[in-house]
């Protein structure tokens, strides 16, 4: 993937607000606690420091929300981890803390938007749409089981007949609707979030990336031009880190995932094709979502490529997807394509740990992330402050280590997701 320490052209760097322009890291600086990587995890973890009076020094490779945070499919979905997979994992009440978890995630994002007064175009209002009857009978025991552990917003069945009310599409056969989930500009969130981090005090790096990491009792990050001693270091630099931290690069395989924004749609265009203003969801692993931006554009998305090669065409991998669902957009131009790289946890949790005492780390949202990264956030924050309780359980998983990196576990991981979509379309 080529990069630059720019934003990548995308929907959402063309419509970003404020454009962000903090300082290169240069010369020595000291304190409390220094946050790698300026996405959602680093943002988030330095705002909740920042709020409780910690010193933070926030250090980015390239600008505020460069990678997956500013480049995503914007759907905010509650949730943290694959509860069951933690129950597997961890046991009945790390399983049910782990549900808890993910109501608190998208709690403390929309508290975030609405304290700050954070203009990212937050909408509420979420479909999983159902391909088959087999979505349909997951969606109703996934209804029952948040309703049990107490979620507060309103949740319904979408029976087929009631579908056009929300999609032009007879793709689908009903759905999932979820009131508490919605849709955001996540690039808006991201920068939105680390300015409120500035205004309490902390300092902002941008085009500065860490090369080196010293552990020890007194630890220090260097960049190119600068170094920051810190009490505390966070690693928030997810499937960007590359081999900043070795120690924890091997826990993850790297996927490229992508989306295409079409020119803004007519009105009618519109009422026909999205009536409602939601985000929706397919349940496929490699999943289709998408969603209306605020000027009426279709925001597509969907591949997954373990290949670490970004397709040759982005638009041409992922129109036909979208034609396939709505038809009626095949004379419409597509003015956006993307990528980005999303970090896989094997176990499909979220990857927590120290490195030496000192270091923490948070990674592999696993493709879910905007509103886990703000609990992560507060987690690193809570354990850095002395609370440790939800961090611990999480860093109590052990995680798959990944011989050779992406490179050896990526033709592994490409099989496997082979096998569950082979599986679909049988
Ligand atoms: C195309 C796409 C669509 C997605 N759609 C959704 C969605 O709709 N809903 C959802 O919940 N999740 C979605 N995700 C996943 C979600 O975006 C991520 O889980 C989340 O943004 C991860 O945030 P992060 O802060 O951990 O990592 P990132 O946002 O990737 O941030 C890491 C940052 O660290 C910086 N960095 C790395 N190394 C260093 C270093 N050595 N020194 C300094 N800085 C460094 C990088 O430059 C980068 O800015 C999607 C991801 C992609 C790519």
């Known amino acids: 993937m080529q990069e630059t320490r720019e934003h990548a052209a995308s929907y959402y760097a063309a419509t970003r607000k404020p454009e962000t322009n903090y300082p290169i890291l240069e010369g020595e600086h000291r304190c409390d606690v220094a946050v790698v990587g300026a996405g959602f995890t680093g ?12 010193d933070v020094a926030l250090i980015e490779a390239n600008r505020v929300g460069w990678g997956a945070s500013g480049r995503n499919g914007g759907q905010l979905i509650g949730g943290f981890a694959d509860v069951g997979r933690i129950g597997k994992a961890l046991g009945p009440d790390a399983a049910a803390m782990a549900r ?35 979505d349909m009978r997951v969606f109703a025991g996934y209804l029952e089981e948040k309703k049990d552990a107490g979620y507060t917003h309103e949740m319904r069945i979408i ?13 689908y056969i009903g759905g999932l609707a979820d009131y508490g989930n919605g849709h955001l500009h996540p690039l808006n969130l991201c920068i939105g979030e680390a300015y409120a981090a500035h205004e309490l005090g902390a300092k902002v790096f941008e085009q500065s990336r860490v090369t080196r990491i010293h552990h020890g009792d007194k630890p220090f990050v260097e960049t190119e031009s600068g170094k920051v001693h810190a009490n505390k270091i966070v690693l928030a630099g997810n ?7 070795p ?24 009422d026909e094709l999205v009536p409602a203003d939601w985000a929706f969801c397919e349940q496929t692993v490699g999943l289709n979502y998408f969603r209306l931006s605020p000027d009426k554009r279709m925001l597509f998305g969907g591949m997954c490529n373990y290949s670490g090669r970004d397709p040759k065409s982005i638009t041409a991998s992922l129109q ?44 592999g949202y696993s493709g879910h992330g905007v509103a886990p990264t703000h609990l992560a ?41 082979m096998y569950f979509r082979l599986k679909e379309l049988l």
Not at 321 to 348: C, H, N
Request: charged fraction near 25%; charge should be negative; proline fraction near 5%.
């Open 247 to 270: 120690k924890i690069r091997h826990k993850i395989i790297l996927a490229g995932s992508y989306m295409i924004a079409t020119e803004p749609l007519s009105d009618a265009l519109v």
């Open 320 to 363: 036909p997807k979208m034609l396939k669902i709505f038809p009626q957009l095949r004379d419409t131009r597509i003015d956006y394509e993307w990528g980005g790289i999303i970090a896989i946890s094997v176990k499909r949790i979220p990857q927590f740990g120290r490195i030496q005492g000192n270091t923490y780390y948070a990674q």
């Open 377 to 417: 956030g507060k987690m690193l924050a809570d354990a850095i402050a002395g609370d440790s309780e939800q961090f611990d359980v999480f860093s109590k998983v052990r995680h798959l280590w990944l011989p050779g990196g992406k490179w050896f576990a990526n033709p592994a991981m490409a099989l496997g997701m």
């Open 43 to 54: 943002v988030s973890t330095a705002l909740h420091l920042a709020e409780r009076g910690y």
């Open 239 to 245: 499937g960007y880190l590359g081999n900043t931290e």
């Open 159 to 171: 029976p087929r007949e009631e579908m056009p009310d929300y999609l032009g599409t007879d793709h």
């Open 100 to 134: 808890q978890m993910g109501f608190e995630s998208r709690e403390i994002l929309v508290q975030r938007v609405e304290k700050y007064s954070i203009d990212c175009d937050l909408k509420i209002g979420y479909l999983d749409v159902a391909m088959n009857d087999g």
